[in-house]
């Protein structure tokens, strides 16, 4: 008003009123896909009060949003609080512990969970052929499905050979262990 409140004016005084157009509604924007920042601002920006809300999602890529708790072309207060969900990507998955099971058993084991799996081979005095002696990454670590694990198996111990020369002149050689390779 253009008189201040309490005060006395000659009658027939003109005073000028502002009314209010009551508290301003707002048309809420699609969010849907964008990524976290840009989602916010834009959501901020008409005057809304956001939250964020996050959680894992198999169809939606990290960081982008998968859903808002107002639909898109509501309109609603300023200042009315909405919510969005941002995803976190795919659940990890724990690595199961194949270290010490046949080749066959590991690689069933780890595709049934999800993973690719890379098969290497090396010689070991300790494990037994055609077992794995290690993985990587390594059991109970949080890895994406469709990942690669390599797991080495044993090829069993290396083949060792001795000679030597008999008192007639012909020469011997023992085979100490089987090697394995194929």
Partial sequence: QSVSADTQVAKDTVVNLTVSLGIQNVKV?????????TAVSALQSLGLKVTVAEEYSDSVAAGSVISQSIAANTEV????????????????????????????SAV????????TVNVTEEHSESVVAGYVISQTPGANTDAQSGSSITIVVSKGPQSTTTGGTTSDGTTTQNTLTEDTDN
């Fill in 29 to 37: 924007t699609n969010v849907l896909g964008a990524g976290k920042d």
């Fill in 77 to 104: 207060q300023k200042g009315s609080s909405i919510t969005i969900t941002v995803s976190l990507g795919k659940k990890p998955i724990k690595v199961t512990n194949v270290v010490g099971t046949t080749k066959d």
């Fill in 108 to 115: 069933a084991a780890l595709q049934a969970q999800g993973f």
